[in-house]
């Protein structure tokens, strides 16, 4: 792992594992059962434990509950301080805290002042007792010490160790302070994973998934942030591509955009009321509010908002549709459209590439969301989020439950193991840049290439087909390697002045997607698309061998390995046959 | 990973062809045309290959 700073060591018999997700806004517990990821219920019923920490006359409340005293006691509640950890107070944002207790500079690092004791008792009345300034490092250790609690308090026994997910762009003095943080909180750290890969190891351990080789885009949509990875799934083993990372097309700006929304709506029926995003507790109020209405929005196509005494002790209900929130969020769809796309792009790939689109998050439950990303590839692309997909995993619950996985695959590991296992003389690898396979004759007698390892696979890399031989006797096996490239067919010039298609809007989404006031979804059927598809080419040719004396509808089976030093051999047989023809290729 | 079976057919051997026990070495990979990338240490399949790399084992050996 190679994060260094303080860490706790547990002997592996010892252990009681959980996965922990710790983001800035939720955070969750999971642990396996019979094999499988479960995410546990805290002592409130919640899967999704709100990252907030609030003190009220000496005693600590944690998540849903802490979350709740956002109305009454903000400047003792603590929010939104995970991405400080490690960090000095002037790199962070504090955007998000202005609603409760404050991040200030601490030395080296950054701290909250919050009154968390008690009155002292028998004393006299007047005597407050002195606030505590908490750093980050500490915040973060009491409330890890509330999810271990919960969790321990589930699984009666208690929890000593755990995975816990960061994002990719969590750099090393954040790890070591996370590390540090659960150490103090009597938590020993097996090891920090990455959230997206955390995402794609929790569908890929289900029963029924299939290992194979795909291209996925994983989109975390978070409350503050939005994450995007490009991984290269090669046979179970995961490469991270390219990364993007926004602050503003989040969850929290979805909040916003209803907040503004019901404010104006308060305000035409109450013209003469203040406007409750004037003042601090009918803003709170508003907020929570509107978080639940767009929470339901992701459930039912209707919503009610309701908030007693909202602004000047008036009380204000309402509803409202889907369709208006979907209007009124617009931007912020378009955004999440828009830092997909641009991840795609960075990572040199097209969308044509793209296999699945992973959805996790807890704004990934938006049905709207899901729908527009629909609409930036092509059909054959898997969108796996709620709405798009019933297999879908619930994607508040993703991360959690792969850090379960993993910390149930390295239980057994020593430190050591671990370290060794993780150290970069392991991981980093060649990755091939030209996929490799072989050659069928296609329908008009053209060459067709057949991959069998793709392009981006770490060596070394072992792969098996089998194809079939119909008529019988003599075959060939051509070893080439092949690359794709994007094909465009303009349609017949019937020319449309102001319609664009969807393939030239993903090239030039970047300019147009402002000023483009039509619907996503409403301009795919009426146009004639230009049509852009995804082409093998054959590049240079490795080696030839022939398996002779196939029997008709007979299959040969080609396995093809790259070792570490990028030598190749290949072996091919008829499937049932005794002899392998075999040979080696020296890299070149 | 097991076997996966295509639907294509492999082309008939060309009239003449002949090499030392029926394979002809042509190419290789360059290392030019692969990268140095960083795998994900997570998963049961990144175990298996850390297990291999540490203890120096191919895929057959692997497979025993
Ligand atoms: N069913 C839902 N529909 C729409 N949005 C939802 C739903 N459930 C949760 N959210 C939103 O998801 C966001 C929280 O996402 P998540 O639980 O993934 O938090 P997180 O990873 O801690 O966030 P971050 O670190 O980005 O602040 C909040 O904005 C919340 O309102
Ligand atoms: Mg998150």
């Keep these: 792992m190679g994060d260094s700073g303080t860490r706790l060591a547990v002997d592996p018999n010892d252990r009681v594992t959980i996965g922990i997700s710790f983001g800035n806004s939720n955070s969750s517990i999971a642990h396996l059962v019979d094999d499988k990821a479960e995410v546990i219920a805290n002592e409130d019923g919640d899967r999704q434990i709100p990252t907030i920490l609030s003190y009220v006359d000496g005693d600590e409340y944690y998540g849903q509950q802490a979350k709740n005293f956002l109305v009454r006691n903000p400047t003792n509640t603590i929010a939104y301080f995970r991405d400080f950890l490690g960090k000095e107070f002037k790199s962070i944002d504090p955007t998000h805290n202005h609603a409760s207790a404050h991040p200030q500079e601490s030395g080296e690092t950054v701290a909250f002042t919050v009154k968390d004791k008690a009155a002292a008792e028998g004393e006299e009345e007047e005597e407050e007792p002195a606030p505590s300034t908490l750093t980050v490092s500490e915040v973060a250790t009491r409330y890890l010490r509330r999810l271990v609690g919960a969790a321990s308090e589930y699984l009666g026994k208690k929890v000593t160790s755990a995975v816990i997910t960061v994002p990719t762009n969590f750099g090393e003095k954040q790890r070591a302070a996370l590390i540090a943080a659960a150490a103090a909180a009597d938590l020993e750290v097996l090891q920090l994973i990455s959230e997206p890969v955390a995402a794609v190891l929790a569908y890929d351990a289900r029963p029924e998934a299939q290992i194979s080789d795909k291209m996925q885009v994983v989109a975390d949509l978070g409350g503050t942030r939005s994450d995007v990875a490009i991984v290269a799934s090669r046979g179970g083993m995961y490469t991270v591509l390219a990364t993007a990372h926004d602050y503003e097309f989040t969850g929290v700006a979805l909040d916003k955009v209803l907040m503004d929304h019901f404010a104006k709506e308060f305000l035409k029926k109450n013209p003469k009321a203040k406007d409750p995003r004037e003042t601090p507790r009918s803003l709170a109020k508003l907020r929570l509010e509107a978080e639940a209405t767009k929470r339901a929005l992701s459930r039912g196509t209707n919503a009610a908002f309701s908030v007693e005494s909202l602004s000047d002790g008036i009380d204000f209900a309402t509803t409202i549709n889907r369709l208006r929130y979907e209007t009124l969020a617009r931007t912020v769809f378009e955004g999440i459209n828009r830092l997909v796309e641009s991840v795609v792009k960075k990572a040199g790939l097209d969308v044509l590439d793209i296999d699945e689109v992973v959805l996790v998050g807890g704004t990934a439950h938006t049905p709207r969301i899901a729908a527009n990303l629909g609409f930036l590839f092509p059909q054959t692309t898997r969108i796996l989020a709620p709405a798009t997909d019933t297999s879908a995993i619930n994607p508040s619950e993703l991360q959690a439950r792969g850090a379960a996985l993993q910390a149930s695959l390295i239980c057994d590991y020593d430190p050591e193991d671990i370290e060794q296992s993780t150290h970069a003389a392991v991981t980093t690898v060649p990755h091939v840049a030209n996929a490799i396979g072989i050659v069928s004759p296609g329908p008009s007698g053209e060459e067709v290439f057949v991959p069998i390892i793709p392009t981006d696979t770490a060596v070394p890399a072992r792969r098996t087909v089998q194809l079939s031989v119909p008529a019988g006797g003599d075959v060939l096996v051509k070893v080439v390697e092949g690359n794709t490239h994007i094909k465009v067919t303009k349609p017949e010039p019937a020319a449309k002045e102001n319609g664009e298609s969807k393939a030239a809007k993903v090239e030039d989404a970047d300019e147009d997607a402002d000023e483009d006031d039509s619907d996503f979804s409403d301009e795919e059927e009426e146009e004639e698309e230009e049509k852009r598809e995804k082409v093998w080419k054959i590049g240079s040719t490795l080696a030839e061998a022939a398996v002779r004396g196939v029997k008709k509808d007979g299959k040969v089976e080609v396995s093809i390995t790259v070792y570490a030093d990028l030598t190749v051999v290949v072996t091919a047989r008829e499937l049932g046959g005794k002899s392998a023809v075999r040979g080696t290729l020296p890299s070149a | ?64």
């Design chain 2, 1 to 64: 990973m097991d076997a996966t079976v295509i639907s294509l057919p492999l082309p008939a051997l060309p009239e003449g062809w002949e090499a030392e026990k029926d394979f002809r070495a042509i190419g290789g990979i360059t290392k030019s045309s692969a990268t140095a990338r960083t795998l994900e240490p997570v998963g049961p399949h990144f175990l298996a290959h850390a297990r291999r790399a540490r203890h120096k084992r191919t895929f057959s050996e692997d497979d025993r």
